[in-house]
Structures are given as C-alpha cells and as structure tokens.
C-alpha cells in the first residue's frame, strides 16, 4: 500500500494462531516496539515464496520488515522476514522444546509493554543460546524467572526479609507460615540464589524436590505480582522433566 510507513526489526516469536486459510496472526517480542502483534498473510499457502510458516515456530529469532503506524488500531503486517538464528536443538530435542513451549507461554503472559526496551530484549535471546547451547540446565528455568523478574521489576527483594520463609504472595521472607510459603529449605536455597549471577546459579546443586518448589513458587510469585498474568500449561510438563 502506498505510503505505508515501515521499519525493520529484529524480533523473536512466542506464538502464532491461524487466521482464514492461508494466514497467520503472529505475537512477537521485537527490539524496537516491544511486544506486538502481526498478520502474514498467504504464508500458509503451498507454493508461498519469500515468507516460510516455519519461520514462526515458537522462539524463533527473525530479522523483519514490519509496517508499524502509531495510534492505529489496525492488525500490523510483516511484509518481510529472514531468520537472524536457528536455534535447532531446541526446536528438534523433546527436553530443550518442552522448555521452549514453557518460555514462550512466560514471556507472552509476562511481556505486555508496546515500548522499546533493549536489554530486556538481548536479555530473552541471551536466553534463548544458553538453551540451544547447554547439556545439561536443570536449573535453567530458576535462572530465567530471576533473570526476568529484574526486567520487570519484581525482582525479590531480600532485604526486606522478616524472617527465613519466602511468601510469594508478598514477595518477602516472613517468619510466620502461610498457605503460600515455600518450605524452610526452598527458602534458604532462594535466599541464596538471588545473590548470584546466572551462571553461579546454573552450576549451582538443587535437588530436585526443592527445584520443583522453587519453580512452583516463582510461578506463583509472578501471578501475585502481575496483573493478568497467566500460569504457564506447561509448568505441569517441566516439574516432570525438571520438578
């Protein structure tokens, strides 16, 4: 369409429904314009050229022409797109895809803001090459809800503690007991962790009761701290694979 503003972006995908025959409505985390939502349309088609369906697998990580008119309540289009990335072990090994669904269901329950915010942006693909990289993460999650939290701005506060007993609820340690506090051990692991950076907290040893505590409760803490936040369907997969 004649003059139709548009602007490239990098962006990584979260999630992508039909729309008619041949179309997509994809939403997608982008470097300059934060969360958004966009149509491809015919991508569905057999014999489409340029533009791929696979390209807007989960957690994709594509350089895009994009149109974007501020203020307008029309659906934005993607009128161009390479992958910048292939992240092929996480789309192809059951472990590293489960995690992926699970990634992609926090940020597109998290991640709300139509802003520009670039750390938060190579932060989700810092994210992203430690999971196609690593053999073995079994703390990996943990690492990824702190991380994002920072992001956010809800990041646990320890210094606000009363007492040894993280309550998700508040988001401080207590002393009393409440129906929603961690257990004294997953506690004193978290006390722990938030002192560390991401890789101390990946080489770290959480057995594997306390892992899934932790998950559990930090999934928990983000429905507390965010408005409209939704519990991630595959939480009940990872605590089998990592819980």
Request: charged fraction near 20%; aromatic fraction near 10%.
């Amino acid at each position: 369409m004649a003059g139709t503003p548009y602007i490239q972006s990098s962006l990584v995908v979260l999630g992508s429904v039909r729309y008619g025959e041949t179309s997509l409505i994809v939403k997608a985390y982008t470097r300059e314009l934060g969360i958004q939502s966009y149509l491809v349309r015919g991508v569905l088609k057999p014999k489409k050229s340029g533009l791929r369906s696979a390209y807007f697998q989960p957690l994709s990580f594509l350089e895009a022409v994009v149109t974007h008119k501020p203020n307008s309540d029309r659906l934005e289009t993607i009128k161009e797109a390479k992958p910048l990335q292939a992240f092929s072990q996480i789309h192809s090994d059951v472990v590293k895809s489960s995690t992926a669904l699970f990634l992609a269901e926090l940020f597109t329950a998290s991640l709300i803001e139509q802003q520009q915010d670039y750390d938060l942006f190579d932060f989700i693909i810092g994210c992203l090459e430690v999971l196609e990289s690593e053999k073995s993460f079994p703390n990996y999650l943990i690492v990824v809800l702190l991380g994002l939290s920072k992001h956010l701005g809800i990041y646990p506060d320890s210094s606000l503690s009363n007492g040894a007993l993280f309550n998700p609820a508040t988001g401080q340690f207590q002393a009393e007991t409440s129906r929603y506090s961690l257990s004294a051990v997953a506690s004193m692991t978290l006390n722990e962790i938030l002192g560390m950076n991401f890789d101390e907290t990946m080489r770290t040893t959480i057995d594997k009761k306390t892992r899934g505590e932790l998950l559990e409760g930090l999934v928990r803490y983000y429905d507390f701290q965010l408005d409209g936040f939704r519990r991630p369907k595959s939480l009940e997969v990872i605590r089998g694979l990592f819980g």
